[in-house]
């Protein structure tokens, strides 16, 4: 199996959220879930696509942590239709159907991608905020917005937490145990933190999730995408609203994530990727 390491949602190498993507021979079975897994850990990335053709614009992704299966991944989707488009194995702004097990999603592959999410649903889950904000912030002092903490999923739940202001987000210093705890007692990935921007951008965001293994990522297409459902709940963006959320700087991996609420209520979500390596698996 061919596999290449990509970094998504930035044009530069290096930057963004890097992802594995591992080509799975059509109408070949898929690796074992144990298989996948380890290959997920050997390449030791936050997740790793492993695709498989169908249908010349059909494919099913199926996407692996080092520690388990999910049931999609923002980022490892932007990479591997940017990646399909770049080897040419579909063209380029071809629109493609990918199968996953958060559902049926259409993505329009090329040099810039991007992705139909899952429907967004908020979660009827009771979050202890004092027990988040002690999790989350080691000052007691911390700035709290008026804003409520929600869990919203687009394909997987996050906790979605605003802060007062980006020096609020960047003083963010999570207990990971804690929060690895809490995250397994309300079933969700994690916590996508946000502050409103002043700047070019809609948002300054950080995202955690040491359940799966990841304390934090530089740039979460699903939860950028339940984060613009849920400023759109709070009515700070209206329909047909294109986002910018600028993720990874305090990992010094700066990732732009652009989202896209369209008129009839779906969200997209996309941006550049670059492969940086590419090598053989073998048996």
């Known amino acids: 199996m061919k596999y290449f390491v990509v970094d998504a949602f930035t044009d530069t190498p290096f930057g963004g959220n890097p992802a594995g993507v591992v080509l799975v021979e059509a109408e070949a079975t898929f690796p074992s879930d144990e298989l996948m897994v380890n290959i997920s850990a050997e390449l030791r990335y936050s997740e790793t696509a492993f695709v498989r053709q169908e249908a010349p614009t059909e494919f099913t992704v199926r996407y692996f942590t080092p520690r388990a ?24 702004r071809a629109m493609c159907m990918n199968h996953t097990r958060a559902g049926d999603l259409l993505v329009r592959a090329g040099q810039a991608v991007m992705m139909q999410m899952a429907p967004a649903t908020v979660i009827d889950r009771h979050v202890d905020v004092h027990r988040l904000h002690t999790i989350m912030c080691h000052d007691p002092q911390c700035p709290w917005p008026l804003w409520p903490v929600e869990v919203v999923s687009t394909g997987l739940p996050d906790i979605i937490m605003p802060v007062a202001d ?34 070019t951008y809609t948002a300054h965001v950080r995202n955690f999730g040491p359940l799966y293994g990841i304390d934090e990522e530089s740039a979460t297409g699903t939860a950028n995408a339940a984060l613009t459902h849920y400023l759109h709940r709070r009515g700070h963006i209206a329909p047909n609203t294109e986002c910018r959320f600028l993720q990874g700087e305090a990992m010094g991996r700066p990732s732009v994530v652009a989202t896209e609420l369209r008129p009839d209520g779906s969200i997209w979500v996309g941006g550049k990727c670059c492969i940086v390596a590419s090598g053989q698996l073998l048996d």
């Open 69 to 92: 299966e999910v049931d999609l991944c923002g980022h490892a989707t932007i990479a591997t239709f940017g990646t399909l488009a770049r080897q040419g194995i579909v063209p380029d």
């Open 166 to 199: 980006p020096a609020a987000l960047n003083a963010l210093q999570p207990d990971m145990p804690g929060l690895a705890q809490l995250s397994r007692e309300l079933g969700v990935t994690g916590v996508h933190a946000f502050a409103l921007s002043q700047d």
